[in-house]
């Protein structure tokens, strides 16, 4: 019965929309001005921001001034709920990281050993991969499908990637690359592409794309020293972060045509989640180091619609 909370969509709505969305990917979109809007939660010292839908609320979550990590619902008139905590969590440790149209929003609680939830409807449940030491849930799409990784073994390091479909048996797979470590899946859309990142043999992280069929594809912002990969919507464009030595930027688009962009005014731009309007959301530092979160408005180039 929970699981059927996951998604109320009829299955036909569903698909007239992917194929709407992937018509419009081919679209070409002429660059436009985007803005900004930014905000603040009293006390926070640092934001996660990815948890975009396409309804206009956003989940997130922010580091309190004595380390814990709580979670928030920032809704589309600016409102923003009270710390969110998993009821389980008793190491100061709750993450809230995507939520899909429903307003399904997947995390994990737990400092050393984490578990992943779905919070519907103020209720939480703790989804975990089948035999697995630890979980973490980055990623929910609106078929209900969840993404993340899980270890057997190294708590310091997840071993492997997940989906847990919403039918259908737990799917998991390791990293193309056989030197790779450290794997770090985050969103997944409504094709069950989903998006991350790793750590090569020389210790750079490196951004990915992962189809449906297994193949990985590299995400590499040219000229980056890092680059991580957080979120992807519906038509494929993908968000993240790259790094040039000094600072952080954020980026949008698709691998191999990627753009880089800064908040107004930031010494460093993290962008985080994305949804199929354009709009894309984050956070961001200015030159005081004082943390801010983000939403934008739409951006032309990096919407479905």
Same mark, same amino acid.
């Given at each position: ?122 209720? +939480?449940?703790? @989804?975990?991969? #089948? /035999?697995?030491? =630890? %979980?973490?849930?980055? $990623? !929910? *799409?609106?078929? &209900? ?70 193949? +990985?594809?590299? @995400?590499?912002? #040219? /000229?980056?020293? =890092? %680059?991580?990969?957080? $979120? !992807? *919507?519906?038509? &494929? ?69």
């Amino acid at each position: 019965m929970e699981a059927s909370m996951l998604i109320t969509k009829s299955a036909g709505a569903r698909i007239v929309k992917l194929a709407l969305l992937m018509m419009a990917a081919t679209a070409t979109v002429a660059a436009e001005p985007v803005s900004f809007t930014s905000f603040d939660i009293p006390g926070a010292t640092s934001y996660f921001v990815a948890g975009l839908n396409d309804e206009g609320l956003l989940a997130g979550s922010w580091l309190t001034a004595d380390g814990s990590e709580v979670g928030f619902i920032r809704f589309p008139d600016g409102r923003i709920s009270t710390p969110i905590v998993d009821p389980n969590d008793n190491s100061g440790l709750t993450v809230l990281r995507a939520m899909n149209d429903e307003g399904v929003i997947a995390g994990f609680y737990g400092a050393n050993v984490s578990n992943g939830l779905l919070l519907t409807e103020g209720k +939480f449940r703790t @989804v975990d991969f #089948p /035999g697995a030491l =630890s %979980t973490a849930l980055r $990623g !929910i *799409n609106n078929l &209900g499908d969840v993404s993340g990784t899980y270890s057997v073994v190294d708590l310091n390091a997840d071993e492997f990637g997940f989906i847990i479909p919403r039918r259908g048996p737990p799917i998991s797979f390791k990293l193309s690359d056989p030197t790779g470590t450290g794997i770090v899946v985050g969103g997944i859309n409504d094709l069950r592409q989903l998006v991350g990142y790793y750590t090569d043999a020389t210790s750079t992280l490196v951004g990915f794309l992962r189809q449906p069929s297994g193949q +990985f594809v590299s @995400v590499i912002v #040219p /000229g980056a020293l =890092s %680059t991580q990969v957080y $979120g !992807i *919507n519906d038509c &494929g464009l993908v968000v993240g972060v790259w790094g040039d030595g000094s600072t952080a930027h954020g980026f949008y688009g698709r691998p191999g045509n990627l753009h880089s962009f800064d908040v107004p005014g930031a010494a460093a731009t993290f962008a985080q989640g994305i949804n199929n309007e354009g709009r894309i959301a984050g956070r961001y530092a200015t030159a005081d180091g004082v943390p801010h979160a983000f939403i934008s408005g739409i951006l032309a180039a990096a919407s479905c619609l």
